[in-house]
């Protein structure tokens, strides 16, 4: 097995965060639900709320990062594979810049020290040296990407991703969603959770 996974809210999640800022800049009620997805629609639904939701997203991903949080059951899922000998990469689209508000907001480098600092590189429990990371420019970039490393199965918290024409129709899709999102096709498989995409490819 040749395991991707996406970086933004698959590995690490902005939920508690986003919810946090959102708050402190008026743009939510504190009953909006803890949940990254949540948060959008509510934030969407304001006047000029794209760009409002847009602003937000740049913050959590640029300055904010070291707020987020490793998904739950992240890092038991990466240390089962370190322990069955399952080479893991990181592929996700992520810009180097922001390409909105402020300007020289360093995306990739603000999620590649957020990966350092949480443990995630070059460590002896995950064993992700920095030459396994990639991001990329366009989500077709990123699809291209997981073509040429030969995955045989990649992790996302987006349907899009899958969706995407040119996504290679061997490569086993896993959708991580806490709602589960059916796919007429049968494409991908939808787990609620880390603890459930464990049992399913490496065993508990």
Same mark, same amino acid.
């Given at each position: 097995?040749?395991?991707?996974?996406?970086?933004?809210?698959?590995?690490?999640?902005?939920?508690?965060?986003?919810?946090?800022?959102?708050?402190?800049?008026?743009?939510?009620?504190?009953?909006?639900?803890?949940?990254?997805?949540?948060?959008?629609?509510?934030?969407?639904?304001?006047?000029?709320?794209?760009?409002? @939701?847009?602003?937000?997203?740049?913050?959590?991903?640029? /300055?904010?990062? /070291?707020?987020?949080?490793?998904?739950?059951?992240?890092?038991?899922?990466?240390?089962?594979?370190?322990?069955?000998?399952?080479?893991?990469?990181?592929?996700?689209?992520?810009?180097?810049?922001?390409?909105?508000?402020?300007?020289?907001?360093?995306?990739?480098?603000?999620?590649?020290?957020?990966?350092?600092?949480?443990?995630?590189?070059?460590?002896?429990?995950?064993?992700?040296?920095?030459?396994?990371?990639?991001?990329?420019?366009?989500?077709?970039?990123?699809?291209?990407?997981?073509?040429?490393?030969?995955?045989?199965?990649?992790?996302?918290?987006?349907?899009?991703?899958?969706?995407?024409?040119?996504? /290679?129709?061997?490569?086993?899709?896993?959708?991580?969603?806490?709602?589960?999102?059916?796919?007429?096709?049968?494409? @991908?498989?939808?787990?609620?959770? @880390?603890?459930?995409?464990?049992?399913?490819?490496?065993?508990?």
């Amino acid at each position: 097995m040749k395991l991707g996974i996406d970086f933004d809210n698959t590995i690490a999640c902005y939920d508690e965060a986003m919810h946090r800022r959102a708050l402190e800049r008026g743009l939510i009620e504190p009953g909006v639900p803890r949940n990254k997805k949540r948060i959008r629609d509510a934030i969407r639904s304001l006047e000029d709320g794209e760009s409002k @939701w847009r602003g937000l997203q740049v913050f959590c991903y640029g /300055p904010g990062m /070291p707020d987020a949080r490793p998904m739950p059951g992240v890092k038991e899922f990466l240390t089962a594979c370190k322990v069955r000998g399952v080479a893991v990469w990181v592929v996700s689209h992520k810009t180097e810049e922001a390409n909105f508000g402020a300007p020289h907001v360093k995306l990739r480098e603000a999620a590649l020290r957020w990966l350092h600092d949480e443990g995630f590189l070059d460590s002896a429990a995950f064993g992700i040296g920095q030459d396994r990371v990639f991001f990329e420019q366009t989500r077709g970039a990123k699809v291209e990407r997981v073509r040429m490393l030969g995955l045989t199965h990649f992790v996302d918290d987006l349907e899009e991703t899958f969706l995407e024409q040119s996504f /290679p129709s061997h490569v086993k899709q896993i959708l991580l969603s806490a709602v589960p999102v059916a796919d007429a096709r049968g494409s @991908w498989r939808s787990f609620a959770g @880390w603890a459930e995409i464990q049992k399913e490819l490496v065993g508990s």
